[in-house]
């Protein structure tokens, strides 16, 4: 089993930027790969961005490209979400993922991931 705990999230004016943080736990955190999605009212949750196990391979949703940056420090069993540009339809609930099998590729299929945080809430004023 493995336990997520997301933090940094809040509200900021849009352009302003916000890093989120997601503490892993339970199992060998640096042979997984991660992900981080979002879930807006009334919408589906989605892919913002991944990042592979070593961290020397990523993906990003075209909304996120540019603007997002998503990495991980092994060492501390942490892997981050650093937004900027940020803009109000970014707010939602964002959420950390991982997957239950070990030395996967970043993906962004929802479906391959295991395990989900509780969740951020970001709020993007305008």
């Known amino acids: 089993q493995v336990q997520l705990v997301e933090s940094g999230g809040g509200l900021v004016q849009a352009g302003g930027s916000l890093r989120l943080s997601c503490a892993a736990s339970?199992?060998?955190?640096?042979?997984?790969?991660m992900g981080w999605f979002r879930q807006a009212p009334g919408a589906e949750r989605e892919f913002v961005a991944a990042?592979?196990?070593?961290?020397?391979?990523?993906k990003y949703a075209d909304s996120a490209k540019g603007r997002f940056t998503i990495s991980r420090d092994n060492a501390k069993n942490t892997v981050y979400l650093q937004m900027n540009s940020l803009k109000p339809d970014d707010t939602a609930v964002y959420y950390c993922?991982?997957?239950?099998?070990?030395?996967?590729?970043?993906?962004?299929?929802?479906?391959?991931?295991?395990?989900w945080g509780q969740g951020t809430q970001v709020t993007v004023s305008s």
């Open positions: 339970g199992r060998t955190f640096s042979v997984y790969s």
């Open positions: 990042i592979n196990w070593s961290g020397s391979s990523t």
């Open positions: 993922a991982a997957p239950r099998f070990i030395y996967g590729l970043a993906s962004s299929a929802l479906s391959e991931y295991a395990y």
